[in-house]
């Protein structure tokens, strides 16, 4: 039986490095992105360590398009909107409780807006090997453009459709996403300020943030991603700060 809980249920890590020379990182686990019927979208992100320190974020995509970020952590700018707050109308701050309910069915509750949504990953048979394999392939390999563009074609094939791991986001970074195991949602329920968001879809189209593609449809990942610094002198005083917080 497939237990998410005691793997990913564990406290926050402290500030590291990333794994590679010039970057900046971030490793935990998360929802990519999880469509819905009515053209919602969610994702959710839970950092347990980077450079400046762990987080918890919530991700909205309204079915106008719209994006909004939801920080549970110290500072907007040390998380999530760090890469993608360019292109959404709202960062802000917000209360984040996760609740496991069984050894693969998570609940996650937002105090504002208010948000309810439970979901249960699945491991198929495809899945398990592919997880299995990744965990054996060096981190290395995802320096590698045709790594990354295999890894993509096997997503492709797993219904996310054109899925992007590596890319610019909207701040500028160049990031590469590496995901060492991933699980499919296909059972999740949800509720905004008491509206249902109604049944999980796959969409025809990925929906993206700014340029960059989520998956078509629901998946929990575990891994790492990793930004090429942008800007060294802010980067190092950005640390500098956090590290003093710590």
């Given at each position: 039986?497939?237990?998410?809980?005691?793997?990913?249920?564990?406290?926050?890590?402290?500030?590291?490095?990333?794994?590679?020379?010039?970057?900046?990182?971030?490793?935990?686990?998360?929802v990519?992105?999880?469509?819905?019927?009515?053209?919602?979208?969610?994702?959710?992100?839970?950092?347990r360590?980077?450079?400046?320190?762990?987080y918890?974020?919530?991700?909205?995509r309204?079915?106008?398009?719209?994006?909004?970020?939801?920080?549970?952590?110290?500072?907007?700018?040390?998380?999530?909107?760090?890469?993608?707050?360019a292109?959404?109308?709202?960062?802000?701050?917000?209360?984040?409780?996760?609740?496991?309910l069984?050894?693969?069915?998570?609940r996650?509750?937002?105090?504002?807006?208010?948000?309810?949504?439970?979901?249960?990953?699945?491991?198929?048979?495809?899945?398990?090997?592919?997880?299995?394999?990744?965990?054996?392939?060096?981190?290395?390999?995802?320096?590698?453009?045709?790594?990354?563009?295999?890894?993509?074609?096997?997503?492709?094939?797993?219904?996310?459709?054109?899925?992007?791991?590596r890319?610019?986001?909207?701040?500028?970074?160049?990031?590469?996403?590496?995901?060492?195991?991933?699980?499919?949602i296909?059972?999740?329920?949800?509720?905004?300020?008491?509206?249902?968001?109604?049944?999980?879809?796959?969409?025809?189209?990925?929906p993206?943030?700014?340029?960059?593609p989520?998956?078509?449809?629901?998946?929990?990942?575990?891994?790492?991603?990793?930004?090429?610094?942008?800007?060294?002198?802010?980067?190092?005083?950005?640390?500098?700060?956090?590290?003093?917080?710590?």
């Amino acid at each position: 039986m497939l237990d998410l809980r005691l793997d990913l249920g564990g406290n926050p890590g402290t500030p590291g490095q990333a794994p590679w020379p010039g970057h900046e990182y971030a490793k935990g686990w998360g929802v990519f992105a999880q469509p819905f019927a009515t053209g919602h979208v969610l994702g959710l992100r839970v950092v347990r360590d980077n450079d400046f320190g762990a987080y918890r974020t919530l991700w909205h995509r309204d079915p106008e398009g719209t994006w909004s970020i939801y920080v549970d952590g110290p500072r907007l700018d040390t998380a999530c909107p760090r890469y993608y707050g360019a292109a959404c109308n709202y960062t802000g701050f917000g209360r984040l409780d996760l609740e496991w309910l069984g050894p693969a069915t998570l609940r996650v509750h937002l105090d504002s807006p208010d948000l309810d949504w439970i979901l249960t990953a699945t491991q198929p048979p495809l899945v398990r090997i592919l997880n299995v394999v990744n965990d054996a392939v060096p981190l290395s390999t995802w320096r590698f453009p045709a790594m990354v563009h295999s890894r993509e074609r096997m997503a492709r094939a797993l219904g996310m459709g054109g899925l992007q791991l590596r890319g610019v986001m909207p701040s500028g970074h160049v990031g590469t996403l590496m995901p060492q195991r991933m699980y499919l949602i296909n059972d999740t329920a949800a509720t905004l300020n008491g509206m249902d968001l109604g049944p999980p879809t796959r969409l025809r189209d990925n929906p993206t943030i700014g340029d960059f593609p989520l998956p078509a449809r629901g998946v929990l990942a575990v891994g790492q991603g990793v930004w090429e610094i942008l800007d060294p002198r802010e980067y190092d005083l950005t640390r500098a700060e956090t590290s003093i917080r710590s």
